[in-house]
């Protein structure tokens, strides 16, 4: 009896051993085909997700580009204008500054003429009255005068007796 309870107890436990066994074997077979089975899932989702998104993002994209192109091309076209303004004010920066040359130019040409336009005023005015701040000044032309007139005595000196010094010529006032 023992043994045929040890056959049964065997053949339950071998059965279940081979039971489990066949289970063990068909679960990693099973898991095999599985693991591919769950790899091909996946990539259908993201085949079929990038298949229903795709005509959806592509016109987006598209149309998203063509705006940006749109706007280059504004921004092109206004870099153009400003630039062909930019030069025409560079040209005429240009130009005010060569009138600017010019005409600081011929101020100072116009400077030199008038002071020399007034020291022959100066010379051609002999009857102006000289006006000394310095008293020596006064003398030294004075005595200047005197020197040069001493070789020249004139004969009528009623008319100025009451000057100290003899008259002045032109001459005289010139070499002053």
């Known amino acids: 009896m023992s043994s045929k309870a040890n056959g049964k107890t065997y053949k339950k436990a071998n059965g ?69 303004r930019f030069g025409e004010i560079e040209d005429a920066v240009s130009q005010i500054q060569d009138e600017t040359i010019d005409s600081l130019s011929r101020i100072d040409i116009l400077e030199k003429q008038t002071q020399e336009l007034k020291l022959k005023l100066d010379d051609l005015d002999p009857l102006k009255t000289r006006v000394f ?8 032309i004075t005595s200047h005068l005197e020197k040069k007139n001493a070789g020249n005595l004139v004969s009528d000196t009623t008319s100025y007796s009451n000057f100290s010094s003899p008259p002045m010529n032109q001459r005289d006032m010139e070499e002053i």
């Open 16 to 84: 279940k051993y081979g039971k489990q066994q066949d289970l063990d074997t068909q679960k990693s077979q099973k898991s095999a085909p599985l693991g591919s089975f769950l790899s091909d899932d996946y990539s259908l989702i993201a085949v079929e997700v990038a298949r229903l998104i795709n005509p959806v993002i592509e016109p987006t994209i598209g149309k998203a580009i063509d705006k940006l192109q749109n706007k280059i091309s504004n921004i092109s076209k206004k870099l153009s204008i400003y630039d062909k």
């Open 133 to 140: 701040s310095n008293p020596s000044e006064a003398l030294k």
